[in-house]
């Protein structure tokens, strides 16, 4: 099965291989009402009567990102948290406790939590490996029956096709949300200093790359001698220029499924042409000391002028608000993505996300799985979701033709910076089950930067590509994803930063040490149950 034109037609790939092999099917949601015509402090759950008794406390896993803005109420006591102790747990008798664990050590810290047995009673990741363990180990709860009893608005939001990413073995050992909006990352570049150098906005690789060197030339702006033309170099963010390298004649579904990325045909120039813009001082010095550490390096350098372009996650410069300071900070800067990567062909293939985001689990040391999918279904009514993703209607948010828009307002800043660390069913904006444009529209809702919102999504989403997924569980994976995925990052760094006439040796050494430490059966392995399931 070769050839281009399934990858990327329509910007998903799909492989229909029975229904045990998964790929970017939109989900089969029927019956949901919209979920836009009301404000979002109404509720259409009945009023009922607390249950007598001394409340259960529920405790939730939250993400701490370090990103609280200044004056702003804490992550665990605030709009959101109180909106929900209010709505869900007044009402059923019901403590909602959050533990925060740190975004940039989530795994670790989890599988500490998990091991002590002192995981939250509601946990996620997006670690497929990490819960395929956790299934292996025998460490979390059947929620089929639970979700089949307690869960219906959570089964008509979230849809069959999103439900079975959590189904290992056939069992319902995970509840994942549901992906509103599927690319994974955007690039984007200084519109202003292009207009200061006179140069047109790069569709090509080579544009790319002669526009980056007319940054590190000319620094424009306020960059000075500490500009840095190109930032946010890590392995997810290198995806688009990745995939642009890669010769996609050459590779199979199965391929694409169980083939190390750094066995791809091509992919080893992509890493020549990385290495090529370090070593001439084009992308960021620091990024080996920073890189999968310390996230807001890269957004302090775009707020302080230094950085010409970068590739964040889709849309990520609006929701997470450092596009606003970077306006703030220097009101003539304009920022605006772009589409740079290109293959022979002209395509712009990169990578999208499957249906499915955050796992949502419950450790089988918890007494409180009902409570958890309880939660989770209450989370499912659109006034619920609609708030936790808004806020309130007049303070924080409008609507605007039956769609959500947020207000450019302090309040609005200081509530919804991190909302979709508490609308956990869903990652990005819900305003309809059943009209996609107007899910585009609920997450272009900041007015101030709707343009760049819908450019970000069109070309985020462009010649996309989806990996196939098996439902089967990968023994080797779960046996050598830790290792793996940290000799990814070293290779990562090795590489990139590797002298020209080193890269090759450097490249090839790291590579086969990574076949030999796991790589190699973890491959294997994913090309028998791949072919197993078919």
Request: no cysteine; charged share 30%.
């Given at each position: 099965m070769k050839g281009q034109s399934k990858k990327w037609s329509a910007g998903l790939m799909a492989v229909a291989v029975s229904t045990t092999i998964l790929a970017g099917c939109s989900s089969t949601n029927t019956g949901s009402n919209e979920a836009t015509n009301k404000p979002a402090n109404q509720t259409s759950q009945p009023a009922t009567e607390a249950p007598k008794g001394d409340p259960i406390t529920l405790r939730i896993e939250l993400f701490d990102r370090n990103n609280t803005p200044a004056g702003a109420p804490p992550i665990t006591n605030n709009f959101m948290t109180n909106y929900i102790q209010e709505n869900f747990g007044d009402p059923n008798n019901i403590k909602v406790e959050f533990v925060t664990v740190p975004r940039t050590q989530e795994v670790e810290k989890l599988n500490v939590l998990m091991a002590a047995n002192q995981a939250p009673d509601l946990v996620y990741t997006y670690d497929t490996p990490t819960v395929q363990k956790y299934v292996k180990?025998?460490?979390?709860?059947?929620l089929g029956p639970i979700l089949e009893e307690f869960g219906p608005?959570?089964?008509?939001?979230?849809?069959?096709?999103?439900?079975?990413?959590?189904?290992?073995?056939g069992i319902q050992y995970a509840i994942p949300a549901r992906r509103v909006l599927l690319p994974e990352s955007t690039t984007f570049i200084r519109q202003d200093w292009l207009d200061e150098l006179g140069l047109p906005v790069p569709t090509t690789t080579?544009?790319?790359y002669n526009t980056l060197k007319a940054f590190k030339e000319q620094k424009p702006g306020k960059s000075g001698d500490k500009v840095i033309p190109y930032s946010n170099i890590d392995p997810f963010h290198n995806k688009p220029l990745q995939y642009s390298f890669w010769e996609w004649d050459k590779i199979t579904d199965v391929d694409l499924y169980a083939t190390p990325d750094w066995l791809q045909p091509g992919n080893k120039e992509a890493f020549r042409f990385l290495n090529k813009l370090y070593n001439e001082g084009l992308v960021d010095p620091d990024f080996p000391l920073t890189m999968n550490k310390d996230p807001q390096k890269f957004q302090k350098d775009l707020i302080n002028g230094l950085v010409g372009s970068g590739t964040a996650n889709t849309n990520e410069p609006v929701y997470q608000g450092y596009l606003a300071e970077v306006y703030k900070a220097d009101p003539q800067a304009k920022l605006v993505p772009i589409n740079p990567f290109t293959t022979a062909d002209g395509k712009t293939p990169k990578a999208l996300y499957p249906p499915n985001g955050l796992y949502l689990f419950v450790p089988k040391t918890s007494k409180n799985a009902e409570a958890v999918v309880k939660y989770l279904d209450w989370m499912a009514l659109p006034d619920n979701f609609i708030a936790l993703q808004n806020g309130t209607l007049g303070k924080t948010y409008e609507l605007v033709d039956g769609v959500p828009q947020v207000l450019d307002?302090?309040?609005?800043?200081?509530?919804?910076?991190?909302?979709?660390?508490y609308a956990i069913i869903l990652n990005g904006k819900l305003a309809s089950t059943t009209d996609e444009s107007l899910n585009v529209a609920a997450n272009a809702s900041d007015p101030q930067h709707k343009e760049f919102t819908i450019s970000s999504i069109e070309l985020g989403s462009k010649d996309g590509v989806i990996k196939p997924s098996v439902t089967t569980p990968i023994q080797a994976e779960i046996k050598y994803a830790t290792t793996l995925k940290e000799k990814t990052d070293e290779i990562f760094v090795k590489v990139v930063t590797a002298k020209p006439a080193d890269f090759d040796n450097v490249y090839e050494k790291e590579v086969n040490d990574y076949m030999k430490i796991g790589g190699q059966e973890v491959m294997d392995e994913k090309r028998q149950a791949f072919e197993a399931a078919k």
């Open positions: 180990d025998g460490g979390l709860t059947d608005n959570l089964k008509t939001v979230l849809g069959e096709t999103v439900l079975n990413y959590g189904k290992f073995d080579d544009e790319f307002n302090e309040e609005a800043k200081q509530t919804l910076y991190n909302y979709p660390d």
